[in-house]
């Protein structure tokens, strides 16, 4: 129900999207990219992994659309892509938006349900 | 109903696979656990937003028994569905559920469970949705895909702040 009103297409970019951001190697990267562009061998200094390990990585960020990768010669840096996240983060605030309608109109319900329910016991008192 | 404050929804991700919502709601477990099982109940709440209703409601509260929702949009008619078995079920307790959607884009079912938890009054409604199968998302996965929503929405918000 939290997806009513986006096509096919978006549903599966928001699936590459979250799928990208599920590995904190990636999110680490994110992050170091939000603070501007750098090179594969920058991005992989601060982590405990190979460069084709981190090149792995950015090929799922750059498929989900997170990041692009300039074609400038050997250095090929990385540059954050805010257009997915700002998609995710707005399926985010839509889904929270639902939930907290649905959870809104329960409250609604329950106080009716309970109101009715001390209305019938008083009801019945009269009755006795 | 005193003056306190209102109730917020808490939504966390756990893992890669899970979603997970915590709501205090103002009422004992029995009557909330009603209003998540019984059909006249959740087509007045479980609507998402403005605008839609739900014509069809129906639950066979049993394990392996199935529920079937459709909603309808009122001004476009546009409709869609949600259908699931259930698996699990302790009265006023707990409930455990397999989902999907009728026309899914999924690559495997969703597995809801929702607790219910009483005190001083007031019930705790804690939903958890998982994905059934890492097998069935990494499949996902490699095929190009990239289906199944897998999150980590807290940490999305740190990058996005």
Same mark, same amino acid.
């Given at each position: 129900m939290e997806l009513i009103g986006y096509g096919r297409g978006s549903a599966e970019r928001l699936d590459a999207t979250f799928t990208a951001l599920a590995d904190p190697t990636r999110r680490a990267i994110l992050a170091r990219l939000a603070s501007g562009e750098a090179s594969v061998l920058e991005l992989a200094s601060?982590? $405990?992994?190979s460069q084709p390990a981190i090149s792995k990585h950015l090929k799922v960020l750059e498929r989900a659309g997170l990041i692009s990768r300039s074609?400038? $010669?050997?250095?090929r840096p990385c540059r954050l892509e805010a257009k997915p996240l700002g998609e995710a983060s707005g399926w985010l605030a839509r889904y929270r938006d639902r939930w907290e309608g649905n959870f809104a109109r329960l409250d609604a319900l329950l106080d009716e349900f309970q109101s009715d329910a001390k209305h019938s016991k008083r009801a019945k008192r009269r009755r006795r | 109903m005193s003056a306190q404050a209102k109730p917020q929804l808490a939504i966390a991700t756990p893992s890669d696979r899970e979603i997970v919502m915590t709501r205090v709601m103002r009422a004992p477990r029995e009557l909330v656990f009603d209003a998540f099982t019984k059909p006249e109940m959740i087509k007045r709440w479980l609507? @998402?937003?403005? @605008?839609w209703s739900m014509p069809v409601c129906d639950v066979d509260?049993?394990? @392996?028994g199935t529920f079937h929702y459709v909603w309808h949009?009122? !001004?476009?008619?546009k409709e869609f569905g949600l259908h699931g078995i259930y698996r699990e079920i302790t009265p006023h307790e707990r409930v455990v559920h397999a989902e999907n959607f009728?026309? !899914?884009?999924?690559p495997c079912d969703v597995i809801v469970t929702t607790l219910f938890t009483e005190r001083d009054g007031s019930t705790t409604v804690t939903m958890t949705q998982l994905f059934e199968s890492r097998e069935g998302r990494d499949a996902a996965i490699e095929s190009g895909?990239?289906? @199944?929503?897998?999150?980590?929405f807290d940490r999305l918000e740190e990058i996005l702040a």
């Amino acid at each position: 129900m939290e997806l009513i009103g986006y096509g096919r297409g978006s549903a599966e970019r928001l699936d590459a999207t979250f799928t990208a951001l599920a590995d904190p190697t990636r999110r680490a990267i994110l992050a170091r990219l939000a603070s501007g562009e750098a090179s594969v061998l920058e991005l992989a200094s601060p982590f $405990a992994m190979s460069q084709p390990a981190i090149s792995k990585h950015l090929k799922v960020l750059e498929r989900a659309g997170l990041i692009s990768r300039s074609r400038d $010669a050997q250095r090929r840096p990385c540059r954050l892509e805010a257009k997915p996240l700002g998609e995710a983060s707005g399926w985010l605030a839509r889904y929270r938006d639902r939930w907290e309608g649905n959870f809104a109109r329960l409250d609604a319900l329950l106080d009716e349900f309970q109101s009715d329910a001390k209305h019938s016991k008083r009801a019945k008192r009269r009755r006795r | 109903m005193s003056a306190q404050a209102k109730p917020q929804l808490a939504i966390a991700t756990p893992s890669d696979r899970e979603i997970v919502m915590t709501r205090v709601m103002r009422a004992p477990r029995e009557l909330v656990f009603d209003a998540f099982t019984k059909p006249e109940m959740i087509k007045r709440w479980l609507l @998402g937003p403005d @605008g839609w209703s739900m014509p069809v409601c129906d639950v066979d509260l049993r394990v @392996g028994g199935t529920f079937h929702y459709v909603w309808h949009n009122d !001004s476009d008619g546009k409709e869609f569905g949600l259908h699931g078995i259930y698996r699990e079920i302790t009265p006023h307790e707990r409930v455990v559920h397999a989902e999907n959607f009728d026309q !899914s884009w999924y690559p495997c079912d969703v597995i809801v469970t929702t607790l219910f938890t009483e005190r001083d009054g007031s019930t705790t409604v804690t939903m958890t949705q998982l994905f059934e199968s890492r097998e069935g998302r990494d499949a996902a996965i490699e095929s190009g895909m990239e289906k @199944g929503v897998a999150a980590s929405f807290d940490r999305l918000e740190e990058i996005l702040a």
